[in-house]
């Protein structure tokens, strides 16, 4: 049985190696993304204003730049501006009259002085770019999607990035089961051998590098799965146990061509609120969305610069028809079912935004672990083959590769 499972570790280790790698890596970096995003890009998120100079509401200000642009619609828009922070806000393309097809358009995010109006910058994110606009959004989609395309309507880099974190998910169990070997030996699988250094310490870091943060990671792996394959795997295998709240984006069907709302911004933001009173919310609106794939507006309730929601388990959102202004479903944190608190944890798990600055500390922790182990377990199976090649080589002389030439270990 232990051959079978060391087998399969060395093979799945191999084989998701260089994913977990990256995926470690630019986790690590995304932990922080709004905040080094402002420090590479000020025009994006500061703004000079004069001095008691009235701002315009984030509804005029969308309003002027769809008027500047007839080629786009604002999707998504911070209903309240920090002091001396630009607006940015998301855009879609309309769809051209003269060729039915929406506009091409090289961005979708649009940042403005809230207290003039002006176009301050624009960017594509997620671009495939290492400019110094791109980079953070580059490395944000690289992290859970590869930048891999659609086909038939699929995301593949979705799809390919949670099945790696399926796979991960229970190797983490076949490495816990192999990294104690016996009784007597248990108390190696938490040891370093920082003395010995080169070949015997990376096989500690791998192994009980893993056993140390085996707790930690299991949660890491497991919301990685649910953040890609949320609508495909996770719920529904969740409300087969639980009810879940209505969720437009898993109960409707994405439209075949772009939406345009026949509810008013404005009528949007009054229906939430209302409906925010009856259910006492006590957050005040903070932005609002609209999705032209699924027809629908996000009305959600958060501080400024809260959006993340940092600290719990993120900001409610209430949804409404985009035709009709009915109710469509919300997103309650704390509330709900036992399957929806299940759900509302895997964001604020994943990214560590539970435990607000502390628990990003320690995402980014975890994914240089994560990244730690990729690569130890790499020079791991490296040797080992060496070795064998080694006596392989030697064997029809007689010989074997002499046991000095690496540490019998159990295997990781």
Request: hydrophobic letters at 45%; charged letters at 20%; a neutral charge.
């Given at each position: 049985?232990?051959?079978?499972?060391?087998?399969?570790?060395?093979?799945?280790?191999?084989?998701?190696?260089?994913?977990?790698?990256?995926?470690?890596?630019t986790?690590?970096?995304?932990?922080?993304?709004?905040?080094?995003?402002?420090?590479?890009?000020?025009?994006?998120?500061?703004?000079?204003?004069?001095?008691?100079?009235?701002?315009?509401?984030?509804?005029?200000?969308?309003?002027?730049?769809?008027?500047?642009?007839?080629?786009?619609?604002?999707?998504?828009?911070?209903?309240?501006?920090?002091?001396?922070?630009?607006?940015?806000?998301?855009?879609?393309?309309?769809?051209?009259?003269?060729?039915?097809?929406?506009?091409e358009?090289?961005?979708?995010?649009?940042?403005?002085?809230?207290?003039?109006?002006?176009?301050?910058?624009?960017?594509?994110?997620?671009?495939?770019?290492?400019?110094?606009?791109?980079?953070?959004?580059?490395?944000?989609?690289?992290?859970?999607?590869?930048?891999?395309?659609?086909?038939?309507?699929?995301?593949?880099?979705?799809?390919?990035?949670?099945?790696?974190?399926?796979?991960?998910f229970?190797?983490a169990?076949?490495?816990?089961?192999?990294?104690?070997?016996?009784?007597?030996?248990?108390?190696?699988?938490?040891?370093?051998r920082?003395?010995?250094?080169?070949?015997?310490?990376?096989?500690?870091?791998?192994?009980?590098?893993?056993?140390?943060?085996?707790?930690?990671?299991?949660?890491?792996?497991?919301?990685?799965?649910?953040?890609?394959l949320?609508?495909?795997?996770?719920?529904?295998?969740?409300?087969?146990?639980?009810?879940?709240?209505?969720?437009?984006?898993?109960?409707?069907?994405?439209?075949?061509?772009?939406?345009?709302?026949?509810?008013?911004?404005?009528?949007?933001?009054?229906?939430?609120?209302?409906?925010?009173l009856?259910?006492?919310?006590?957050?005040?609106?903070?932005?609002?969305?609209?999705?032209?794939?699924?027809?629908?507006?996000?009305?959600?309730?958060?501080?400024?610069?809260?959006?993340?929601?940092?600290?719990?388990?993120?900001?409610?959102w209430?949804?409404?028809?985009?035709?009709?202004?009915?109710?469509?479903?919300?997103?309650?944190?704390?509330r709900?079912?036992?399957?929806?608190?299940?759900?509302?944890?895997?964001?604020?798990?994943?990214?560590?935004?539970?435990l607000?600055?502390?628990?990003?500390?320690?995402?980014?922790?975890?994914?240089?672990?994560?990244?730690?182990?990729?690569?130890?377990?790499?020079?791991?199976?490296?040797?080992?083959?060496?070795?064998?090649?080694?006596?392989?080589?030697k064997?029809?002389?007689?010989?074997?590769?002499p046991?000095?030439?690496?540490?019998?270990?159990?295997s990781?």
């Amino acid at each position: 049985m232990r051959k079978v499972l060391v087998f399969l570790h060395r093979w799945f280790g191999l084989g998701l190696a260089l994913f977990l790698f990256q995926a470690g890596l630019t986790g690590a970096l995304i932990a922080w993304d709004h905040e080094i995003d402002g420090l590479f890009n000020p025009e994006l998120y500061r703004a000079e204003t004069p001095a008691g100079a009235e701002l315009l509401s984030p509804l005029r200000l969308a309003e002027i730049v769809e008027r500047d642009d007839p080629r786009v619609q604002v999707t998504f828009l911070p209903l309240a501006v920090e002091p001396g922070h630009a607006l940015m806000m998301s855009v879609d393309p309309r769809k051209d009259a003269a060729t039915g097809k929406p506009y091409e358009l090289d961005f979708d995010q649009v940042a403005v002085n809230p207290a003039t109006g002006e176009v301050q910058g624009r960017r594509e994110w997620g671009a495939i770019s290492l400019s110094r606009q791109q980079v953070m959004p580059f490395l944000y989609k690289l992290h859970y999607s590869l930048h891999l395309p659609e086909a038939g309507g699929i995301s593949l880099g979705l799809w390919f990035m949670g099945l790696v974190a399926m796979v991960w998910f229970f190797d983490a169990f076949i490495a816990l089961w192999i990294s104690f070997p016996n009784r007597k030996a248990w108390k190696k699988s938490f040891a370093f051998r920082f003395d010995k250094g080169g070949y015997r310490l990376n096989f500690d870091l791998h192994r009980s590098g893993g056993v140390w943060t085996w707790l930690l990671l299991m949660p890491l792996a497991f919301t990685a799965v649910s953040m890609n394959l949320n609508r495909e795997v996770v719920r529904p295998l969740v409300s087969a146990f639980s009810p879940l709240a209505d969720n437009p984006f898993a109960s409707r069907t994405q439209l075949a061509e772009l939406a345009v709302p026949a509810v008013s911004r404005a009528k949007v933001i009054e229906l939430g609120a209302a409906e925010g009173l009856r259910l006492e919310l006590e957050r005040p609106i903070g932005g609002l969305f609209y999705s032209p794939e699924f027809d629908v507006f996000g009305v959600g309730f958060y501080a400024p610069g809260n959006d993340h929601g940092d600290g719990g388990l993120g900001n409610p959102w209430l949804y409404f028809d985009g035709q009709t202004g009915a109710a469509a479903g919300s997103e309650l944190p704390g509330r709900g079912s036992a399957g929806d608190f299940f759900m509302q944890l895997q964001f604020p798990l994943h990214s560590g935004r539970i435990l607000g600055v502390p628990g990003r500390v320690l995402i980014t922790l975890l994914g240089l672990v994560v990244a730690m182990l990729s690569v130890t377990g790499v020079i791991i199976w490296a040797k080992k083959r060496r070795v064998r090649v080694l006596a392989d080589a030697k064997e029809p002389r007689g010989e074997r590769a002499p046991a000095s030439e690496i540490e019998i270990q159990p295997s990781a």
